[in-house]
């Protein structure tokens, strides 16, 4: 191939992939990243039974936890009463103060990933460490505050950070 072919074909494709990403790029929402999100955003949570269990050792009810047990919780997130989604969570314990991960599921879409150490005062402050659609490249943290200790419900604050 000579040189004018050459630079011909490579202007050629050089237009061609910027189309491509121009293409694309309006097809994903008008050529503009939505970007982390911002503000904050409040909810409840109404942590359901939870699930205890240890792999080495099994499960044995009524007994208190050990460094390597789990435990799950599972329970629905609302706003002014109406359910807007579920949470799923873990804490481990370690011999010390356990650890846990939250994923806030949301109905209309996306997910947020909560880390932290559990405390027995509230509030307690952890981290927002990531998420999905809405929520992509979310971080913050978020402020959790018991509002009933009989139904285990909790009003959560997440404040994002941009």
Not at 72 to 101: C, E, M, N, W, Y
Not at 119 to 142: I, N
Request: aromatic content about 6%; proline content about 8%; cysteine-free.
């Amino acid at each position: 191939m000579n040189r004018r072919a050459t630079v011909t074909l490579i202007t050629t494709l050089a237009v061609t992939s910027a189309v491509g990403v121009i293409v694309g790029t309006s097809a994903l929402g008008g050529g503009e990243s939505q970007g982390p999100p911002s503000g904050t955003l409040e909810f409840d949570f109404r942590a359901g039974p939870t699930r205890g269990f240890n792999p080495a050792r099994g499960s044995k009810p009524n007994q208190a936890p050990k460094p390597g047990d789990i435990i799950t919780v599972r329970g629905p997130i609302t706003q002014a009463g109406k359910r807007i989604g579920v949470a799923d969570g873990s804490l481990t314990f370690h011999g010390g103060t356990p650890t846990f991960v939250v994923v806030f599921k949301f109905d209309a879409g996306g997910t947020l990933v909560v880390q932290g150490v559990t405390t027995k005062k509230s509030p307690t402050v952890s981290a927002v460490v990531g998420g999905t659609g809405p929520y992509a490249g979310a971080r913050g943290e978020l402020v959790e505050t018991l509002k009933n200790p009989k139904t285990q419900l909790f009003h959560e604050t997440v404040r994002f950070i941009p």
